[in-house]
């Protein structure tokens, strides 16, 4: 057993660091010891480390890189010529040179392969077979039978590129450079592999120089009395050239920006040991594309890689590029850490979010822990609802749990909701049901914040059914069609909170219909709060009424 370094949590940023290394040490077997609020790992883990932090990311994110989309097509292969090419259809030759044009010629050619291929030192020419390969073109009197020649021809080439590419050395680079170019560069930038004017081509000797190297020498040198102390740990460093300039829309260029610090005069540089531990955050930050989420969770060590891990796992099982998949991972986790009685619900937690090349930040309040995890049903009601503005189209869950994690109310987005719903019906892909979901997640945020009590829970229940039921009387009347300027009238009362012209609309529609007005409009008097989510609910049973419903009345 070597010398230990203990790493104590600190910043989201570096709390990723360190959950990273860690992801990275465990990925490969090794054994890293951690208590409450620090990890410790033995300096001789640090061997080869290189080769653990890439074999990490090429691991995890598999399916996302172009290296697997190149040798994921054996299978397609083998299927065809094991059928002797019966099933080989339009569709298939159109999917074969699309594999051809837009992922083997493509990425087989590009710069970052053209890079790796110069230290992989193959016998094999790959950028000459990808130049030979050529997509099958079909004449017009010609059929998919009289091109089977070409195209086993064309598989057999395919196979002998997809061999290559499953040499260990191959996977070894070509599947690095992708991780360098959709995972790691997210993190950070301008040095070791990602320094344009870098010297050394071996991505992994280049990792190992730049951040491992200075760990070994930092840690055989017995020193302690250094003039300066690392930023981020306090141990003692001998200069400040190690600054945080490589951390992507974190660090900046201390020689350009000396206005950043106090008196113009820098003292933020960290020590070889954090900075290795920052060059591991985006094993630590899960990045889907453009997009990532890291949960700070600074409770506990174990906590903080636990909902991590998880939020990583929900992402990365789905094959998929939308910003609401990392919604519904941080919303599963959650659900995931009550089932498994985690004490979330004792302190806030901050939300990281990298989206659009920045990181947002949000804090999950106890308040939002509950609304989460009461409206889990409600939730994955409005999971595929949405609705088209101009050329956009938005998903309702993202709007919903933005608002939460801002803690908003929901009702200006209930309020565009029903509008679009008169006004674009084309365009709205939720239904009423999905609506009252809403409103019942509104109606649990009102509820933290002391709005609402839990025997106020069936006003919108009520309020609903009473829409609908007044709907119902319109159209026995055949007076139907007025009820898209009642609902607009109704709605612009809501919107400017003017109680008078609510009642006013509403007392013209019950005097027309002859009917009584229920009871739980009384409620609406008392409380702008309620008289909103009453409004709000009797506008959508109005709009769009629950045609299974039996007609008994609107008093309930």
Known sequence: ????????????????????????????????????????????????????????????????????????????????????????????????????????????????????????????????????????????????????????????????????????????????????????????????????????????????????????????????????????????IKDLKNDLSFLNNIGFDVSRKSSHTWNFSNDVAVCPICKLVLSCTPAGITYVYDKGIYINDNNSFQDAVNINNKVKSEILKEFRTDKLLTYRALVNSIQEQFQDKMKYELADIQVVRYEEGQYKFNILSKQALYIIRKSQGDLNNIIHSGFKEINTYFNIYELVINRILNNHNLFTLIQKLLVYKLSNPKDCRFNALQLISILNINFRCLEGMGYMKSSDKDIIKNANISGYYLREQYKEKGAQDKLNGISYRLLNALKTNNKDMFMDTLLNCYLYSQKTVPSIFLEALKDDEKYKTIGYAFVTGLIEGKESMKKNGGDE
Request: glycine content about 2%; overall charge negative; aromatic content about 16%.
């Open 1 to 236: 057993m070597g010398e230990k370094i203990r790493l104590e949590m600190n910043d989201w940023l570096y709390n990723a660091g360190l959950v990273g290394l860690y992801n990275v040490l465990k990925h490969s077997g090794d054994k890293v010891d951690y208590a409450e609020q620090y990890v410790e790992l033995d300096v001789s883990l640090l061997e080869n480390f290189e080769e653990k932090y890439f074999r990490y990311f090429i691991d995890k994110y598999q399916a996302y890189l172009s290296y697997f989309k190149i040798i994921s097509y054996e299978r397609t292969i083998k299927y065809h010529e094991d059928n002797d090419f019966e099933t080989f259809e339009e569709e298939d030759l159109e999917s074969l040179n699309n594999y051809i044009k837009n992922v083997v010629k493509y990425y087989l050619s590009s710069n970052s392969y053209r890079a790796a291929y110069e230290i992989i030192n193959d016998e094999v020419d790959m950028l000459e077979l990808a130049k030979e390969l050529q997509v099958i073109k079909i004449k017009k009197k010609e059929s998919i039978k009289d091109k089977v020649g070409e195209i086993k021809n064309i598989f057999q080439q395919l196979k002998v590129m997809i061999n290559c590419c499953k040499k260990d050395n191959y996977r070894k680079y070509l599947a690095a450079k992708n991780v360098i170019y959709t995972i790691i560069k997210h993190s950070w930038d301008g040095v070791s592999f990602l320094n344009p004017q870098t010297k050394e081509k071996d991505i992994y000797l280049d990792y190992q120089n730049y951040f491992i190297e200075p760990v070994n020498k930092y840690m055989t040198k017995k020193a302690t009395s250094e003039k300066f102390n690392c930023f981020t740990c306090g141990r003692s």
